[in-house]
């Protein structure tokens, strides 16, 4: 078994985790991720690469793959029957199968995204993770999370200290003032066309400044 830091990574790469791509897939999901990535591509131009933190099983780059089919994909899951189901979307050569606290390749893309896995990082780590997303992406980081205006920790099917909400992208671009907010908006759980789980994105470009 891997040594993992924190209880959090424990908790999602074993059962719990496979459970949660199981009850997380189908048609619905996807035409939600259609819409809203077909709103954040509009703020972007000429993506040619993208990675995403936290993977699952694709459903993420799948909608990304139908918007832009010539993108070059990449993917970090630490669950490993999760990453074996991301190999029908994204090339084995391609995914990372590893924590994302230990993810440590000089992969660089022009697009970076995390969905639903901030909220599920040790507090303590999210420094760390920042700076992996800040060194992942020349150009866009796409954060879409839980919003707070300032951090709570909240019981996640019956667990406690397994999702944690806040302002992750001022948290982000306090830590990484190259990165510049040129998007963002909220996705409802009862949006009659297009629900999701209450996300809030942010779409930051990377600046030289």
């Known amino acids: 078994m891997t040594d ?3 209880d959090q990574e424990i908790f999602w790469a074993g059962e ?7 009850r997380n897939q189908g048609d619905k999901v996807l035409a939600s991720n ?3 990535f077909s709103n954040v591509l509009k703020r972007t131009n000429n993506i040619k690469s993208c990675i995403e933190f936290g993977a699952n099983i694709g459903i993420n780059l799948q909608a990304l793959k139908i918007l832009k089919p010539e993108i070059e994909q990449y993917g970090i899951e630490i669950n490993k029957k999760a990453a074996e189901r991301l190999s029908r979307i994204v090339p084995a050569t391609n995914i990372f199968h590893t924590s994302i606290l230990e993810f440590n390749d000089s992969c660089i893309c022009d697009f970076a995204l995390i969905k639903g896995v901030l909220i599920h990082i040790n507090p303590d780590k999210l420094s760390t ?11 866009y980081l796409l954060i879409a999370e839980y919003y707070n205006p300032f951090p709570i920790s909240i019981p996640y099917r019956g667990h406690a200290d397994k999702l944690f909400k ?18 963002y908006g909220f996705i409802y759980h009862n949006d009659l066309n297009f629900p999701d ?7 930051m470009e990377k600046t030289n400044n």
């Open 4 to 6: 993992y830091k924190t």
């Open 16 to 22: 719990f985790g496979t459970k949660y791509f199981e």
């Open 34 to 36: 259609l819409n809203l």
């Open 129 to 139: 993770v920042y700076e992996k997303l800040s060194n992942a992406t020349n150009r």
């Open 166 to 183: 806040r302002d992750f992208a001022k948290e982000m671009m306090d830590q990484h003032p190259q990165f510049k907010l040129i998007d």
């Open 197 to 203: 789980d209450d996300i809030t994105w942010f779409l």
